[in-house]
């Protein structure tokens, strides 16, 4: 008899699902960055650094350039002798090193390691517990480079600009290097750095733009003002205004007649609303309390007419008895 091959099960082919991506208020989401990138930022509480803190970090910053510099000066040393040395030379060519680094100065070891240092190691180093300095916040590597940069590097030059640093600075902006302040600083040299090249140019060389103001820019900055009307800083104001106007531009916008009529009517115009508001809410109550009232009105009429409905079929159930004789 010839075997009769297995059934095949053929598996059911389920639909593909496609799910339609996540709606994204975009708004909200700027709203956020800017929130996260520059509100906070304005909100953040100011802390300077203390004597005792920046002798710290100074004295942290020399002992990782001696760590650093003692590794690479003792392989550099060990490379070049004919064999290798002994654990007693090693030793002795470890202390012939450190006695040299030791009256070597911060500014020859900066300039030795190539202006190159492990800011991280330097973060981590800086003691937390300090008991001197209460409720400073995190102090990261770049706050360590930044402070060391501005206070403790004696090849910066802090000294005001002179009449042809500003020429030669606006000259060199002028020829596309805006973006890159590393490079104007090395063009320029002295012993400018990044930072005084960019405050000096944005604060005294660039000529001041003003700032056409059209009739949204008075709308947008009347809604503002409304929305914070408890805000006082102005800085904060023109950060959630957006690039364009300074501070000075706004808070002197403000006063002028246009942005006042425009905050009044925006005002009438919450206040009518409010009202409409108001009357409509009134209305549905009233009309909630009516229905309420009818509707207990007819539970009651409906449950004294069931009442009366089962009295009657008592009645009719008593009066057909058979009363025995």
């Known amino acids: 008899a010839a075997v009769a091959a297995p059934a095949t099960t053929v598996a059911p082919q389920h639909q593909q699902l496609s799910f339609s991506p996540a709606l994204v208020n975009r708004h909200s989401r700027e709203r956020r960055i800017l929130n996260g990138r520059v509100l906070r930022t304005l909100r953040a509480r100011r802390w300077s650094w203390p004597s005792c803190l920046t002798q710290q970090l100074g004295d942290v910053v020399l002992a990782q350039l001696q760590e650093d510099t003692l590794r690479q000066r003792f392989y550099d040393r060990r490379a070049k002798l004919l064999q290798p040395p002994s654990e007693k030379g090693e030793q002795r060519l470890f202390v012939e090193l450190c006695l040299e680094l030791r009256s070597v100065q911060l500014e020859q070891l900066m300039a030795e390691n190539g202006d190159i240092l492990d800011w991280l190691c330097v ?6 517990n300090n008991n001197d300095v209460k409720g400073r916040p995190h102090l990261g590597a770049a706050n360590c480079k930044i402070h060391y940069e501005h206070k403790i590097n004696q090849a910066v030059n802090r000294s005001d600009f002179s009449a042809d640093e500003d020429r030669i600075l606006g000259a060199i902006v002028e020829l596309g290097d805006t973006f890159n302040w590393d490079s104007v600083a090395r063009k320029l040299g002295g012993g400018r750095t990044a930072w005084q090249c960019f405050a000096r140019y944005h604060g005294h060389l660039q000529r001041p733009r003003q ?3 059209s009739t949204d820019d008075d709308a947008r900055l009347a809604h503002l003002c ?3 009307s408890q805000c006082h ?3 904060l104001m023109k950060a959630r205004f957006g690039d364009g106007p300074t501070a000075a531009e706004c808070l002197s916008r403000r006063k002028t007649d246009a942005c ?3 905050g009044k009517a925006k005002t009438r115009n919450r206040k009518s609303r409010k009202a409409v508001l108001t009357a409509a809410l009134d209305l549905i109550s009233k009309d909630y309390r009516r229905n ?3 509707s207990r009105l007819q539970r009651h ?3 004294a007419c069931s009442t009366a409905a089962a009295i009657e079929f008592m009645n009719n159930k008593v009066s057909k008895l058979v009363v025995p004789s």
């Open 123 to 128: 973060a981590e180093k800086m003691d937390p």
């Open 233 to 235: 800083d102005w800085e």
């Open 301 to 303: 009429t409906q449950k």
């Open 226 to 228: 409304q929305h914070m």
């Open 211 to 213: 700032w056409q103001w």
């Open 260 to 262: 006042e009529q425009l």
């Open 292 to 294: 309420t009232t009818a």
